[in-house]
């Protein structure tokens, strides 16, 4: 068997094993240029929050002797807020005319946070809390949060402690999302692109494309031999 029947061989079991990666690349490439990424995003759905009302003279925070990472004050639905961050992670929302510390976000305060902001039309149908330890995939931020779901299937995340709407998620974005961990083969995290599935498959199908053109020049050749040094059409 020469070298070019041998790797004909080769290129041709490759193929088949290339086949499937490159037609799950082609297709989640495809869905996910179907639509603008800022369509995607449900860039539109929300409203800037609005600016701190001016001649604002708010009360310090009552801290307490924990250490504090930063403390901000930002708007929410309910009128300016101190955000409190203490060095062990947590953080707390406080009353700026008074300084005292809030009560955590109920279902109903997320909600608020939300419709506050929100530009379509459809109505909230469900708000539930999700966990720091084990956040929804859709999130994949390690924090408490409320998750607020509207009738279309739009899900908006506020953080449950600070009352920030952290993340909004389109029905679309979620499709979106499950084709790119298919594009990178990691359904799971969806965040690993360095992983042995797509690095093995890129090389394999490396592999098989340098066989087809070194198999090109030597079938050009063999065909140029056969047909008395003139390559015909259709040969």
Same mark, same amino acid.
């Given at each position: 068997?020469?070298?070019?029947?041998?790797?004909?061989?080769?290129?041709?079991?490759?193929?088949?094993?290339?086949?499937?990666?490159?037609?799950?690349?082609?297709?989640?490439?495809?869905?996910?240029?179907?639509?603008?990424?800022?369509?995607?995003?449900?860039?539109?759905?929300?409203?800037?929050?609005?600016?701190?009302?001016?001649?604002?003279?708010?009360?310090?925070?009552?801290?307490?002797?924990?250490?504090?990472?930063?403390?901000?004050?930002?708007? #929410?639905?309910?009128?300016?807020? *101190?955000? /409190?961050?203490? +060095? @062990? !992670?947590?953080?707390?929302?406080? %009353?700026? &005319? =008074? $300084?005292?510390?809030?009560?955590?976000?109920?279902?109903?305060?997320?909600?608020?946070?939300?419709?506050?902001?929100?530009?379509?039309?459809?109505?909230?149908?469900?708000?539930?809390?999700?966990?720091?330890?084990?956040?929804?995939?859709?999130? #994949?931020?390690?924090?408490?949060? *409320?998750? /607020?779901?509207? +009738? @279309? !299937?739009?899900?908006?995340?506020? %953080?449950? &402690? =600070? $009352?920030?709407?952290?993340?909004?998620?389109?029905?679309?974005?979620?499709?979106?999302?499950?084709?790119?961990?298919?594009?990178?083969?990691?359904?799971?995290?969806?965040?690993?692109?360095?992983?042995?599935?797509?690095?093995?498959?890129?090389?394999?199908?490396?592999?098989?494309?340098?066989?087809?053109?070194?198999?090109?020049?030597?079938?050009?050749?063999?065909?140029? &031999?056969?047909?008395?040094?003139?390559?015909?059409?259709?040969?």
């Amino acid at each position: 068997m020469n070298i070019r029947q041998q790797l004909r061989r080769w290129h041709i079991w490759l193929g088949w094993i290339v086949g499937l990666p490159l037609l799950a690349w082609t297709t989640s490439g495809l869905v996910m240029v179907a639509k603008p990424i800022e369509e995607v995003r449900g860039a539109d759905l929300l409203a800037e929050a609005p600016g701190l009302p001016s001649g604002l003279a708010p009360v310090p925070p009552a801290i307490g002797p924990r250490p504090v990472t930063s403390l901000t004050l930002e708007q #929410r639905s309910g009128g300016p807020r *101190w955000i /409190v961050r203490y +060095a @062990d !992670g947590e953080a707390r929302l406080a %009353d700026p &005319a =008074t $300084g005292a510390l809030l009560p955590a976000l109920t279902a109903a305060d997320a909600a608020r946070e939300v419709a506050a902001r929100y530009t379509g039309k459809v109505r909230v149908t469900a708000v539930d809390r999700t966990s720091r330890a084990s956040p929804p995939v859709d999130l #994949r931020r390690p924090i408490a949060a *409320w998750r /607020v779901t509207m +009738a @279309d !299937g739009t899900r908006f995340y506020v %953080d449950a &402690a =600070t $009352g920030e709407i952290v993340a909004r998620r389109t029905r679309w974005w979620r499709v979106y999302d499950w084709m790119w961990g298919l594009h990178i083969m990691d359904l799971r995290t969806r965040e690993d692109t360095h992983n042995p599935l797509v690095i093995g498959f890129g090389i394999v199908t490396l592999v098989t494309t340098i066989m087809a053109l070194v198999m090109l020049p030597l079938t050009l050749r063999r065909r140029k &031999a056969k047909n008395g040094g003139t390559v015909t059409a259709g040969s």
